[in-house]
């Protein structure tokens, strides 16, 4: 890999890496979501500096270059976010469906039965 482009790509993954704790620290992205990005910036460091693991990488899954592992890793990471943001949505719809039938509940219950005419 040539030398500016290692220097971009570490640019870039430090200040993404600043970035996201920046944002946890502020309390704009929740902690279990930061180190699932701290971890990305750092996966692509480990790559930057250890070229020879992303070449390894791509022969194991027999891709010709390594810029389509990177595409195929990358693609699988958005995915599986995807995947989990799903997941966690389908539960807040859930809780919400649930906390409105307590509120339902409970204002009948406030109300007091109804009187027939």
């Given at each position: 890999m040539?030398?500016?482009?290692?220097i971009f790509a570490c640019s870039l993954a430090l200040l993404f890496f600043v970035f996201v704790i920046d944002l946890a620290r502020r309390k704009k992205l929740r902690v279990?979501?930061?180190v699932l990005w701290c971890l990305t910036s750092v996966s692509i460091l480990v790559f930057v500096f250890w070229y020879d693991?992303?070449?390894?990488?791509t022969g194991m899954i027999g891709a010709v270059l390594p810029t389509t592992t990177l595409f195929i890793m990358g693609l699988m990471f958005l995915m599986f976010v995807n995947l989990h943001f799903s997941v966690k949505l389908s539960?807040?719809?859930?809780q919400v469906k649930n906390l409105a039938h307590e509120i339902a509940l409970l204002s009948i219950k406030k109300e007091g039965p109804e009187k027939p005419e």
């Amino acid at each position: 890999m040539p030398l500016n482009q290692r220097i971009f790509a570490c640019s870039l993954a430090l200040l993404f890496f600043v970035f996201v704790i920046d944002l946890a620290r502020r309390k704009k992205l929740r902690v279990e979501y930061s180190v699932l990005w701290c971890l990305t910036s750092v996966s692509i460091l480990v790559f930057v500096f250890w070229y020879d693991s992303l070449v390894f990488l791509t022969g194991m899954i027999g891709a010709v270059l390594p810029t389509t592992t990177l595409f195929i890793m990358g693609l699988m990471f958005l995915m599986f976010v995807n995947l989990h943001f799903s997941v966690k949505l389908s539960e807040i719809s859930e809780q919400v469906k649930n906390l409105a039938h307590e509120i339902a509940l409970l204002s009948i219950k406030k109300e007091g039965p109804e009187k027939p005419e």
